[in-house]
T-cell receptor, first 113, second 114 residues
C-alpha cells in the first residue's frame, strides 16, 4: 500500500528554467509534508517542509505547494541549477515533528546545461 | 561535524553472521529513527526510539532485527543471522522531537550480504 506516490521516476529540465516535482498521497491523516534531496552514496538532505494548515511555503529558490483537497503537493525550483541534479523524495507524517516519515519512491531530476 | 554520524559506511557479512549498525544523533537531538532503502525504492521506516525507549517499531521485521538507544552511546540496529535479502542501505535520522522540526539523516550504512 503506497501511501505516498511520486509518479514520475525522472524529470529533465534545462538550466535556468523551473523544475516542478509532484507528489500524491492517500492518507488523510497526514498533516506534515517534507521534501528531501539525495545524492548518490549520501543520506537525504532536508529541503523544505509544509504543515497542513498552510498551502504554500517558500525558501529561496524552493517553494512547496499543498492542495489538501486533491491530496497533492509539489516542489518548485526556480531557477534550476546544475547542482540541483539529484533524486528528490517527498515524505509525510501523521503528526508534525516526532513521527515516522512515509516516503515516496523518488524522482530523479537532471538539470541540463 | 555536528551532523548525524553513522558507522560503518560499508559492511560486508556472510549469510548467518550478525550485523551491527551504529548511529550517533545530532547534538541536542534525543529522537532517533531507522529507515531502510532497497535499490530503486524509497526509504521505509523501521523503528523510532528515544533514550532507553522504543516508541514505534511497527516497521521492524518480527524476527532477527532489534534496535536500542541506550542512555549512553549511539543507537544500534542489530540484524542477526543475516540473509541475502537484508542487503540494503540503512539510514538513521534524528530530530529534536518537537512539532515542525524535520528529521535529519546520516549518510547511511550499505550492508552487503555474501
Amino acid at each position: 500500500d503506497q501511501q505516498v506516490k511520486q509518479n514520475s521516476p525522472s524529470l529533465s529540465v534545462q538550466e535556468g528554467r523551473i523544475s516542478i516535482l509532484n507528489c500524491d498521497y492517500t492518507n488523510s491523516m497526514f498533516d506534515y509534508f517534507l521534501w528531501y534531496k539525495k545524492y548518490p552514496a549520501e543520506g537525504p538532505t532536508f529541503l523544505i517542509s509544509i504543515s497542513s494548515i498552510k498551502d504554500k511555503n517558500e525558501d529561496g529558490r524552493f517553494t512547496v505547494f499543498l492542495n489538501k483537497s486533491a491530496k497533492h503537493l509539489s516542489l518548485h525550483i526556480v531557477p534550476s541549477q546544475p547542482g540541483d541534479s539529484a533524486v528528490y523524495f517527498c515524505a509525510a507524517s501523521e503528526r508534525q515533528g516526532a513521527q515516522k516519515l512515509v516516503f515516496g519512491q523518488g524522482t530523479r531530476l537532471t538539470i541540463n546545461p | 561535524n555536528a551532523g548525524v554520524m553513522q558507522n560503518p559506511r560499508h559492511l560486508v557479512r556472510r549469510r548467518g553472521q550478525e550485523a551491527r549498525l551504529r548511529c550517533s544523533p545530532m547534538k541536542g537531538h534525543s529522537h532517533v529513527y531507522w529507515y531502510r532503502q532497497l535499490p530503486e525504492e524509497g526509504l521505509k521506516f523501521m523503528v523510532y526510539l528515544q533514550k532507553e525507549n522504543i516508541i514505534d517499531e511497527s516497521g521492524m521485521p518480527k524476527e532477527r532485527f532489534s534496535a536500542e538507544f541506550p542512555k549512553e552511546g549511539p543507537s544500534i540496529l542489530r540484524i542477526q543471522q543475516v540473509v541475502r535479502g537484508d542487503s540494503a542501505a540503512y539510514f538513521c535520522a534524528s530530530s529534536e522531537g518537537y512539532s515542525n522540526q524535520p528529521q535529519h539523516f546520516g549518510d547511511g550504512t550499505r550492508l552487503s550480504i555474501l
